[in-house]
């Protein structure tokens, strides 16, 4: 019998490993969008950047942007694209503008808008002859700002990943649909998507789908995680490619453990950008990523905040504490600062807390060491929410003609300005989060949406509480016999079971797809009717956090994110149960009793006896 | 003679020294319009110790008694022919049946003796209840009590409603509640029971949840949503100790929960672990000097 020295096998591994070594090529191109905030001055010289993000691996073409805009006299426009002058018009009036930008490869990308608005003839400003700073009497506005662009991403490479899948920094009107495919009874499946989720953040939000998206919403991209039937001696295989135009990362492995250990491939970013191919095998025992820990609240920047130069203008920022502090005393802290030398009397810069001043510092004739400058400042009021809203107001008067080159006198450094709320942590469904970051595992069922609810909790806290790595999310089964501290269910008959309980406070049809979490035991159980509801919770959980009051130990969300409280944890001193616990002390105490009575019975007895026989 | 005279009369003062005493522990105050509890029936929580069940409970007036479990970790602690294997020690129903403090049974069904473990498995025990109940048919029975406990911290109890729903017979049940005064028992309780299942009402008195004056409160009010007969006051005679276990009520201390239960149908919970025959007799007599001038009309 012949021997057929080329068996299935060997066959089957030469051409997978010549498919690997192929990158995938891709000639797909999309129309995409992406918005900007809207300019409105009311300066006669103004300077607007808008950025713009190309994603890793990617490149754009025919990219257009386009605005409305409206004047109330002539004003100039000019745009430089990455410091280079690409457009200039003189406005009038209202209408739209647009133009082209050059083809650009991945990264950062600056558009200046600088926008000069000259007055009427017969504007008192008319006359002045400086670029003072200050207010005209006309405004310009342009609103509606976007560019279009074709995207275009020859190959799709892991090292390119999450860029690849979709680009994290655009804002875009619609969010992105994200769908999961995985086998729902193997939940360590879920548990390595939602730990590589975690690693991600978008600017535009997106929405989870497990297993379909929406006939009305066509998905973004699919993350797809299948096990093997047959062993896999090289690893676990991890490739990206784009289906039918869609982005898709598929991971197929044979043991929990190889998944578990190319997903902290995946997870590591140094490891990650050596994976300069479409598909690979990734081993079996890499190492786990630094995983997120709990962040420190100490400076501005802690709050996201960068450094930023102040104009002759005021600055708002939103300082926004975790949700489950709860404020114990004033918010105070210090404003850390650069300012130029020389300045004339009347500069100064004030800081507001919630509208209340809150500090100053005089700038004037200051000399020119040191150059680090601070001033403290405190808010008025001890504030219920966690949310300040803090304005930084600017005067320079450099000299009498105030010339435009006073702008720029002021630099608030983030890192060094500090920020201190004194707080005590909050209790019952609000602390939540809390209880989630110090101990990452969810129970789920296993019904559709209790996954995306697992995820929108981690992505949540991640974002409140925790530093910017990924987080090591544990899902597993739900079992009633050995409830986890979180427990999610999507489960109609307990969840109309649990609103028909609170009759006086719930409508119950009203309850129809929102969600409810109850917390007992130190333990939080979250339960929803449905796959809506579970949407629901994706969209409105890290919205709603501001409004979960402290010590509520039920709360019932509505899906339009209505919180009703259903009940509370009783605080302070709770009476001792009323119940006369007689002891066995009582039985002694009666005991003696008669004892006692029966011996002073017997000694009035025997005194007559006594004297009888005296006699 | 005078000495004998003067012994008797020692006794006597003794005696009634003794009664003076033993009254103000029972804050014996007499009123005319008073109905006296009626105590119908008595627990057992099956165990080795205590099978086969001994007492005097009749003289409370109890004949109807009630085994919590007749099958606990699907061994069965009757001797009747039946699907389950049995425990070392079983009890005759039909003998048990001739004490008179068990001239009515009510059939504890399939359960656990960890909660946790009970609720997680209701649906799989109301599967065994009946196959009990199919054993038991030819046995005449006051009724069953499905012996999976409720209480408002249960999420998933739409599950015990599905497992009494699946049950070919109408049961009692027993639900409790760790607030002394919870404010939504009757709309939890509404929100899922069945309908044609009686429920006993643990008086959380035992466990030091609350005193008897509030447990009436409650359960005056699950009775106003569910009517008397379908709600019955399970008497906890039992208290906590500084170790964490229980020992029996002292007699004076059961005596306070009954007064506060007048008018009531009461259960206790339970007969032999807790009420042994001094207590028994104790309370029985307080009960014949406190309500003797009464007419000890049935409370229905």
Redesign the interface.
């Known amino acids: 019998m012949k021997k057929n020295l080329l068996k299935p096998q060997i066959l089957r591994a030469l051409l997978v490993t010549a498919t690997l070594s192929l990158p995938v090529f891709s000639s797909a191109d999309t129309w995409n969008t992406w918005t900007f905030d809207n300019i409105n001055t009311s300066n006669k010289y103004t300077i607007e950047p808008h950025f713009f993000y190309i994603g890793k691996g990617s490149e754009w073409q025919s990219i257009q942007f386009s605005t409305d805009y409206s004047t109330e006299h002539f004003t100039t426009l000019l745009v430089k694209y990455d410091d280079k002058l690409i457009y200039n018009t003189t406005l009038n009036g209202a209408g739209d503008l647009s133009f082209n930008i050059p083809p650009s490869q991945s990264g950062f990308h600056r558009l200046d808008f600088i926008l000069q608005q000259y007055s009427p003839p017969t504007s008192p400003a008319a006359d002045r002859t400086t670029f003072c700073s200050e207010d005209v009497d006309q405004v310009t506005y342009l609103t509606n700002s976007k560019i279009k662009y074709l995207r275009y991403r020859p190959v799709y490479k892991l090292k390119d990943l999450p860029d690849a899948l979709f680009n994290p920094q655009i804002v875009r009107p619609s969010k992105f649909v994200g769908v999961l495919k995985f086998n729902s009874s193997q939940l360590i499946e879920a548990s390595m998507l939602g730990r590589l989720i975690s690693a991600w953040s978008a600017a535009t939000p997106i929405k989870w789908y497990e297993k379909t998206a929406p006939a009305d919403q066509p998905a973004n991209f699919y993350i797809e995680i299948v096990k093997s039937a047959k062993p896999m001696p090289n690893g676990t295989l991890v490739q990206i490619s784009a289906q039918n135009d869609i982005p898709t990362l598929t991971i197929e492995y044979d043991h929990p453990e190889k998944l578990v250990s190319a997903i902290n491939g995946l997870l590591n970013s140094d490891y990650l950008q050596q994976l300069d191919t479409s598909a690979t095998y990734l081993p079996n025992k890499l190492a786990e990523p630094k995983w997120a820990e709990l962040k420190q609240i100490k400076t501005l920047a802690d709050l996201g905040i960068s450094d930023f130069r102040l104009n002759q203008a005021e600055k708002n920022l939103f300082l926004n504490f975790p949700a489950v502090w709860q404020p114990t005393d004033i918010l105070q802290g210090q404003i850390a600062l650069r300012v130029q030398s020389g300045l004339l009397e009347g500069s100064n810069i004030t800081t507001w807390i919630d509208g209340g001043l809150a500090g100053s510092l005089k700038t004037a004739d200051l000399a020119s060491d040191p150059v680090n400058r601070q001033f403290n400042y405190f808010a008025k009021t001890i504030s219920d929410s966690t949310t300040f809203s803090m304005k930084l107001e600017n005067s320079v008067i450099v000299n009498s003609q105030c010339l435009p080159t006073a702008k720029g006198s002021l630099w608030i450094d983030t890192q060094k300005s500090t920020v201190k709320l004194p707080h005590k942590l909050k209790n019952g469904v609000a602390s939540l989060p809390m209880s989630f970051a110090t101990h990452p595992t969810i129970a789920i069922d296993s019904h559709a949406g209790s996954l995306d609810m697992a995820i929108a909790i981690s992505q949540t806290t991640k974002k409140m509480l925790m530093t910017n790595a990924p987080v090591p999310l544990n899902v597993v089964k739900y079992d009633q016999k050995k409830p986890e501290v979180l427990n999610v269910q999507v489960n109609p008959s307990i969840y109309k079971q649990q609103v028909l309980m609170h009759p006086n406070i719930i409508y119950a049809p009203a309850a129809d797809r929102g969600f409810l979490i109850n917390f007992q035991d130190q333990r939080f159980d979250i339960i929803t009717d449905s796959v809506e509801g579970a949407q629901n919770f994706s969209k409105i959980w890290e919205k709603i956090q501001q409004n979960i009051p402290n010590n509520a130990s039920k709360i019932l969300v509505t899906e339009n994110g209505q919180v009703f409280t259903l009940q509370k944890i009783i605080v302070g001193n709770q009476k001792a149960p009323l119940v006369q616990q007689s002891s066995f002390f009582v039985l002694i105490i009666i005991i003696s009793a008669i004892m006692i009575l029966a011996i002073l019975l017997w000694y009035w007895r025997k005194r007559p006896n006594d004297k009888k026989k005296a006699n | 003679m005078i000495?004998k005279r003067?012994?008797k009369k020692?006794f006597i003062?003794?005696f009634t020294?003794?009664l003076i005493?033993?009254g103000g522990?029972m804050h014996d105050v007499q009123a005319d319009d008073i109905q006296p509890p009626q105590i119908e029936g008595i627990f057992w929580q099956p165990d080795l110790a205590t099978t086969a069940p001994r007492g005097n409970w009749d003289l409370l007036g109890v004949d109807t008694f009630l085994p919590q479990w007749s099958v606990v970790e699907s061994k069965s602690w009757f001797d009747h022919d039946s699907h389950f294997s049995k425990w070392e020690k079983n009890i005759n129903i039909k003998k048990l049946n001739q004490e008179p403090w068990a001239q009515n049974i009510i059939l504890g069904l399939a359960g656990e003796y960890n909660e946790?473990?009970a609720?997680?498995n209701v649906l799989e025990l109301a599967k065994h209840s009946n196959k009990i109940i199919e054993d038991t048919k030819t046995i005449p029975l006051k009724g069953y009590y499905f012996p999976v406990e409720a209480d408002?911290?249960w999420?998933?109890?739409?599950e015990l409603?599905k497992a009494i729903t699946s049950l070919s017979k109408p049961v009692w049940i027993s639900i409790y509640s760790a607030e002394?005064s919870p404010?939504?028992l009757d709309?939890?309780l509404?929100?899922?029971l069945p309908k044609h299942t009686g429920v006993f009402f643990q008086d959380g008195?035992g466990v030091?949840?609350?005193?008897?004056?509030?447990a009436r409160i409650i359960l005056e009010d699950l009775q106003k949503d569910f009517g008397k007969d379908q709600i019955i006051i399970v008497l906890e005679a039992f208290?906590?100790m500084k170790n964490g276990k229980f020992r029996s009520a002292?007699p004076?201390?059961i005596i306070?929960q009954l007064k506060t239960y007048e008018g009531q149908k009461v259960y206790i919970f339970d007969g032999p672990h807790y009420m042994n025959r001094w207590t028994v007799y104790s309370v029985a007599l307080w009960y014949k000097l406190h309500y003797s001038s009464h007419h000890t009309t049935k409370v229905t």
């Not at chain 2, 999420?155 to 739409?158: E, G, R």
């Not at chain 2, 030091?208 to 509030?214: A, E, I, L, N, Y």
């Open positions: 000495k003067l012994t020692a003062i003794i020294c003794s005493l033993l522990c946790t473990i609720r997680a408002p911290t999420i998933c109890v739409h409603a002394p404010q939504y709309s939890w509404k929100s899922w008195v030091g949840t609350r005193s008897p004056q509030q208290r906590p002292y004076w201390e306070e």
